[in-house]
């Protein structure tokens, strides 16, 4: 491996289209917006223009085979996104060498692009369905179309939950099935993930405002192209389809109104304006419907709304030790404590935090006793989001934190207006188990940048060595546990925390 990289490689397999529009062209064009290095081995030297498809001409595997070779000693892939396929020479040539950079590295997700795995414009392939369905056993990520999907599965009229199962009965875990082929007025993408080991099925569906243009031409190869090119930066495959999202609008915003030509997709820049973000759908329904937004973060006393150092800690004599360093905020995150228990702790707690007018004390996941008690906020998970009362919460007046790890919960908890939203984890924390979900001061830039004025929180791995680099992002409040409870004096560590704090606030 090449030790001075800096930007991940995505190898695009995939056709040539002469007329541009589609296969490598597009490939090639999407990556490079992502910041991405990308690879690219033709397949296929097709003939086409925007109208038609005449024929389809597979390249050589002896080619494919040398330029893998070469390649493998300078340009190893992070990600693999999958296009046409020729033959099925050229299938099992694939699986054979993605399971070989497999076994180098674990961690290289391959995304696969059905087109062409029957027909394109009429003019059909040589691949068989048997030789796909061993292509399906290496693939991570499936992004069909409609089309395609009813195409590859044999279920028809829409049964998405249903094709989506039947694509895992073949070893596919990820499945994103596209719905911009319909003629409704939102284009809405429907997201499947199985977990082993009782392949269970979770879904997420993302849904944008239809444009009104018919420059589309390898919008399928540029949506599976910057799906890679995100989990090769080591995107969620939820956040990569929520920007890959914003970026297929952004393009079909920039033709907007063209019609009856048939343009080639475009693909313009990284996405950031707020309005061409998707809308995210709830994974289920919620217990009860809030009906305007969560009570804002007003100061107990004087009305000032800035947050600041946001410690959060796990007993009444942490609380203790805390309170009087006069804080802004304040956490009560108990865990693994009795039931029986938690009504008094909770009553202490409020207790405590009423002698401190100017500290706002939120209490995590038990809503119902920080209302009993009249806390000033409770703080919720992504999860506890669906079994909490909300509407209850909002017309108590107590204010509401929720938790979000990367931008599609962020987008999803943004719409329900709590009364601030936290986002982590920054960096590696010990604290809990955020594997995979680090953001980095990227991920926390992009996602400030299309937030409302709802104040943020950033948590997770923050400590006095880092905390100026968070707060120069222009987050409204930094949460720490240990930079402050494993600290050799958390007096000192608080003081030099807030110090920090109020250069930026
Ligand atoms: C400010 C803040 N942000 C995030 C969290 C984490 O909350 P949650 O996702 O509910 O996870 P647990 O705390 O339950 O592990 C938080 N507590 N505070
Ligand atoms: C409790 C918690 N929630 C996180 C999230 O990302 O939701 S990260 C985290 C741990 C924060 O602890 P420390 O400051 O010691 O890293």
Redesign the pocket.
Known sequence: MNMNKNKPIVWTISGHDPSGGAGIAADLRTIHCFAVEACAFITANTVQNSEELLTINPVDIKILEQQYQLLIEDKLPDAIKIGMVATDEQIYWLIEKIAELKADNVNLVVVYDPVAAATVGGVTTEVTKDALHHLFSVIDVLTPNMTEAEKLTGIYLGAVDDIADKFSTFGINNTVIKGGHTDEEFCVDYGYQFSEPKQLRSKYSISSERINTDYTHGGGCSFASAIAALLSKGYLLRDALTITKAFMQQGMIANDGRIQYYGAFEQTELPTKPSIFPQIELTQPLLSYPTSPFAELGMKRDGNQSLGL?P?VDSIEWLEKLLPLELTII?L?V?NKPENELDAIIERAVELANNYPNTRL?I??HWQLAIKHRAYGI??????IYQADLAKIQQSGIRL?I???GIYEFLLAQQLKPS?L???AIFPTKT?DMTGQIQGLTNLKQILNISTDIPV?A??GINLTNASDVWSTSVD?I?VVTAITQAECYIEATKRLKAIANNYI
Do not use: M, P
Not at 379 to 384: F, I, P, R, T, W
């Open positions: 946001y959060v956490q995150r865990k939120f995590n996941d703080h919720l998970g992504q999860e506890d934190g938790s979000t790890h601030y936290a986002i982590g809990k929180v948590i997770g409040s949460a």
